[in-house]
């Protein structure tokens, strides 16, 4: 399970939103002094995201919790998300080919970049139907684990 820190921003209609601070590595290694993207990350700096999470434990907005997600679910979902695309337009450039090659057309490239279009058109209609299908499915959603705040401890003088 892959955990982060959040907080809870608010309660609607039994869903509870959560925020976390996107992290980045960059800077990290030996060559961020003259790395483009270690630049742009300080440019850009840290943001805030923001999504519904499975509340089981009772967390109330205001509280700091750790939010978990299923790594392999994770990983699924990366991979229909940016390889189904990519794979239906290669396949279908591939199936291009072998069409404008058994025609004999004059202008081959064109057909095979409209075979190849309407391959990536067709992934991302994939994507989204994966998308659609796993909505409601709690283990492609961050479930709150816990809270974590620490009782304040108020003296008074």
């Known amino acids: 399970m892959i955990t982060e820190n959040a907080t809870v921003v608010s309660i609607e ?31 850009i700096g840290n943001k805030l995201s923001k999504m519904k999470a499975i509340n089981n434990i009772n967390a109330q907005v205001g509280d700091d919790v750790v939010v978990g997600l299923n790594e392999a679910s994770l990983l699924k979902g990366a991979f229909v998300i940016y390889m189904l695309p990519l794979l239906f337009l290669f396949l279908f450039s591939l199936l291009g080919q072998f069409v404008a090659q058994s025609i004999g057309a004059p202008n081959n490239e064109l057909l095979v970049i409209v075979f190849a279009v309407v391959g990536f058109l067709l992934g991302m209609k994939k994507v989204k139907n994966f998308s659609k299908s796993i909505e409601k499915n709690e283990s492609y959603q961050p479930v709150i684990l816990k809270k974590t705040n620490n009782p304040s401890i108020f003296i008074n003088f």
């Open 13 to 43: 209609n039994n869903q509870t939103w959560i925020e976390t601070q996107r992290k980045s590595t960059c800077g990290e290694c030996s060559a961020s002094k003259g790395c483009g993207t270690s630049i742009l990350s300080k440019v």
